[in-house]
């Protein structure tokens, strides 16, 4: 399975963007007031065996943004132009291309993207400087081991591995390391079931479970009425590090009639 997106819930928002080819910033301020989210993060694919680069910047409405790494290098610039430039962009998610981990492996990210503080800078509608900081780790946690339901490695194999939509609990083992063997501070976990085939192209009407849980558990029961009979999900189990990185694990189950 390719896989580019967490969920369909969760698309970047770069609507309009211009990176500088020199490198130069384009006058984004590094001083000014603080933005109300400034998030960078890993998000490695245990199942897929692919990891990228995350990001989340919001709250008032900006005109420009600017992202500069620890050691001072413009990596990112998002400038909204027209109408788009006129209304500003009050939020933003993306997500980095996410290559296959024999082309582009854990080490070669963390190589890239040193640890450390990346200020993210930018000009509000109304022309005030905002500023924050986004804090970057490489502590990624290793795989979270789904226990429960037994699950197929992907679509086409769905219907081998059927699941009542009664008393759905999907449960998976504690983790406790992270990827290169250290010791992992769990925030927490997200457990996101998602019906595969959906028609609505414009909309976001996909049917989606997403549950956030403590770090302490190890399962979760999903609701009957979530399900359809007949029906291919995907699951998918993160385990949520303390710094923002995460690791997920995902499968396949189709219901039974």
């Known amino acids: 399975m390719s896989r580019y997106w967490k969920s369909p819930l969760v698309l970047a928002v770069v609507l309009a963007s211009a990176c ?13 007031e603080i933005l109300e989210t400034a998030k960078l993060y890993i998000e490695h694919n245990a199942t897929d065996a692919d990891t990228g680069v995350h990001g989340s910047f919001g709250g008032e409405a900006w005109s420009e943004l600017c992202i500069w ?20 962009v009050s939020d933003l998610f993306f997500e980095s291309r996410e290559p296959p981990n024999d082309e ?6 963390t190589s890239a993207f040193p640890e450390g503080e990346y200020t993210v800078g930018g000009t509000d509608f ?24 037994v699950l197929a490695e992907d679509e086409e194999t769905a219907g081998e591995a059927t699941v009542s939509p009664v008393g759905v609990v999907v449960n998976w083992d504690p983790v406790t390391e992270l990827v290169s063997g250290g010791s992992l ?25 997403d549950v956030h849980v403590g770090p302490e558990a190890t399962s979760l029961s999903v609701p009957e009425e979530f ?8 699951l998918e189990v993160l385990v949520l590090e303390v710094s923002g990185n995460q690791t997920i694990s995902a499968g396949f189950f189709t219901t039974g009639e």
């Open 104 to 109: 582009f492996s854990i080490s070669d990210l």
């Open 20 to 32: 500088t080819s020199s490198g130069q910033s384009p006058g984004c301020p590094k001083e000014g």
């Open 227 to 234: 399900f359809e009979a007949g029906t291919v999900y995907e």
């Open 126 to 149: 109304e022309g005030s400087p905002r500023v924050g900081v986004a804090l970057f780790t490489h502590d990624v946690p290793a795989e979270p081991h789904i226990t429960a339901p």
């Open 69 to 88: 790494d620890p050691s001072g290098q413009l990596i990112m610039v998002v400038d909204p132009q027209g109408a788009l430039g006129d209304l500003t």
């Open 185 to 209: 501070t769990v925030a927490g976990f997200e457990v996101i079931v998602t019906k595969v085939e959906h028609d609505d192209p414009n909309g976001w009407s996909q049917p989606i479970y």
